[in-house]
């Protein structure tokens, strides 16, 4: 049996604003409404964090659109999500957020095993100039691969 990832949202702002040093997976707590309206892919990652509260970790500002058949069971669109994670590993997490100046950023949404899963980072932000280091960086290696592909063709 393989263990299939289906990709619902990528956080592709996240990459181009944070240096990702570590990454983790955590479930997520969502009610029926929320889960039917990830499957569809109404989720938005952007501008989303995650927050360590009394030793639980929460994703804040994901923004999971109401379901069209949903009625009174839909829930806020922005309300803090719960993350599953082990105490061990949200303990080392909020360390290393408050010792070292670290953030944890929800990088992407998806489905292993019929279960909503969330890759997190933990990300040091990146400054004006490295920003522009790696849009140079990635810039050339788009030039060179335009290059071979015209030699080779």
Partial sequence: MTDEKKIISQNKKAYHDYFVIETYEAGIELFGTEVKSVRQGKINLKDS??????GEIFANGMHISPYDHGNI???????????????????????L?????YAIIPLQVYFTKGKAKLLIGL?????????????????????????????NN
Avoid: V
């Avoid at 957020?97 to 100046?101: A, N, V």
């Fill in 73 to 95: 069971f839909n829930r806020d669109p922005l309300r803090p999500k719960k993350l599953l994670m082990h105490k061990r590993e949200i303990m080392k997490l909020f360390g």
């Fill in 123 to 151: 990300c040091k932000g990146k400054k004006l100039y490295d920003k522009r280091d790696a849009a140079a960086k990635k810039s050339a290696e788009r030039d060179i691969a335009r290059s071979l592909r015209t030699i």
């Fill in 97 to 101: 957020t408050k010792q070292q100046g």
């Fill in 49 to 54: 964090w995650c927050s360590i509260d009394g």
